[in-house]
Every structure is written in structure tokens, then in C-alpha cells.
């Protein structure tokens, strides 16, 4: 999988409402790995200042498509289909930020699948697999 280049920088993923929502940080991507961390912040928190489970859910998913999608652009693009993720401890607010790692399993012609780890410090709280149909770019 080769990345072609970014018009004018331009980040479709990193440039999603959500991303900017949650405050994803865009930290480094190539075609083998990719990661994002998620400063915390009281609104991301359920109750007894553990890290919302969709939250974790939706930083996972976003590294994987981050991961993914520059190989496929411009003339296709990736659809979640199935997800499955993990959760092997909780995300609290003293343990500092979250950052997911997501490096690709496979990317076929019509189904692409990324493996992601999403980290506190040096301890893992949830694991993940993410299927994406492949299909063509609508314009």
C-alpha cells in the first residue's frame, strides 16, 4: 500500500467534525502503523471518571480508517461493516491520555481489515478488530 500525496495537506480524516469533537491528536501515520492520541477531558468521561466506552470505540475506529483510507484514495474509499472491540481495562482520568495504534491486517479489493490497540501509559485497555468494505469514490 503506497500513500499518494495530500492535496495542499489537506487531511480528510483529521478533518472530520468529529475528530475535532472528541480532540483527536493526528500523531504520526505510514503505510505499517498508525496513531492517534485523545487528550482527556471531563466530558469524555461516564461515571466515576472512567473513559465512555463509545469514546475508546470511536478513537479506534478513526486511527483505523486514518490508517487505511490514504492507500485507497483518490478513486475509493473505506465503510465500516463490522467492528469488534475489547475491553481489557478501564480508562481513567489519573493514567493521562489514550492513544490507539492501528496497523492493517489486510486490504483486499473489497474488504479491508486493521488490527488497533488503544493504550494508556504502557497499558493496554482495549483491543480491536475493523472491517471496512471497499468500494468506489462517489463523486
Not at 495530500?6 to 498508525?34: C, H, I, K, N, T
Not at 485507497?72 to 490507539?100: D, Q, W, Y
Request: hydrophobic share 50%.
Amino acid at each position: 500500500m503506497q500513500y499518494p500525496p495530500e492535496p495542499l495537506g489537506f487531511d480528510p480524516v483529521a478533518a472530520m467534525p468529529a475528530a475535532a469533537f472528541f480532540g483527536f491528536e493526528f500523531r504520526s501515520r505510514d503505510p505499517q502503523q498508525a496513531r492517534i492520541a485523545l487528550p482527556l477531558r471531563p466530558e469524555l468521561f461516564q461515571g466515576q471518571q472512567r473513559v465512555h466506552g463509545g469514546v475508546i470505540a470511536s478513537l479506534a475506529d478513526t486511527c483505523a480508517v486514518w490508517l487505511l483510507l490514504p492507500g485507497l484514495l483518490p478513486e475509493r474509499t473505506i465503510t465500516s461493516i463490522e467492528f469488534k472491540l475489547n475491553f481489557v481495562r478501564a480508562a481513567v482520568a489519573e493514567r493521562g491520555e489514550l492513544l490507539a495504534l492501528a496497523r492493517p491486517v489486510r486490504v483486499g479489493r473489497t474488504v479491508a481489515l486493521a488490527d488497533v490497540d488503544v493504550l494508556q501509559g504502557d497499558e493496554l485497555v482495549a483491543k480491536g478488530l475493523f472491517t471496512y468494505l471497499v468500494s468506489p469514490l462517489e463523486r
